[in-house]
């Protein structure tokens, strides 16, 4: 079955770098965007970031533009987020999700499924 | 950017009952959006696409409607697991993909 199991959350302080990876299984990898999305303690659903299948295309939420990088390497079916120039704001729980779709007639629609388990980010000092 | 805004913020809603959730889009965003259901703890999970479609093993009791700038999800006779938060959001106009701020579905 389709799997996403993210690591590399953990506590840092701010200013400083961290990164993310989200393993993937279950499907070939390499024929899906996927995205980050984050969740502050108690709050909403925040997008960040997409990378399409073969990385050519790249999008970036405000918040996070110029500080996180999306990347991935289709070799080993891994997804990563390069969090740079941490802030206590970036406190919270990171999910990848793949880029799920269905097309008809030449219409398209796209969802976020599945996503992966989260990893918590905490920027503290 | 869309601007997506859900109604209300909490719905209590007795087991058996319906529940009826409201999503708004500052813009068309024609039937290109989702509803997601995050339990407890757990990462979101996808129930509707293109505003009415179940996707694969969603119970008929979700059912999503709406095109435009409103949308409704009805949860029919709410089971115990149903009690979570719903988040819509739309993939019309991309990037950002847009999350509404959530409903919270309660036990009454």
New interface residues.
Partial sequence: QVQLVESGGGVVQPGRSLRLSCAASGFTFSGYGMYWVRQAPGKGLEWLTYISNDGSDKYYADSVKGRFTISRDNSKNTLYLQMNRLRAEDTAVYYCAKDSFYCNNGICHKWLDPWGQGTLVTVSS | EIVMTQSPATLSVSPGGRATLSCRTSQSVSN?L?W?Q?KAG?????LI??AS?R?PGIPGRFTGSGSGTEFTLTISSLQSEDFAVY?C?Q?NN?????????TRVEIK
């Fill in positions: 290109n989702a997601y995050q757990q990462a979101p999970r996808v696409y293109g479609t996707a988040y959001q993939y991309w990037p950002p993909w847009t999350f509404g701020q959530g």
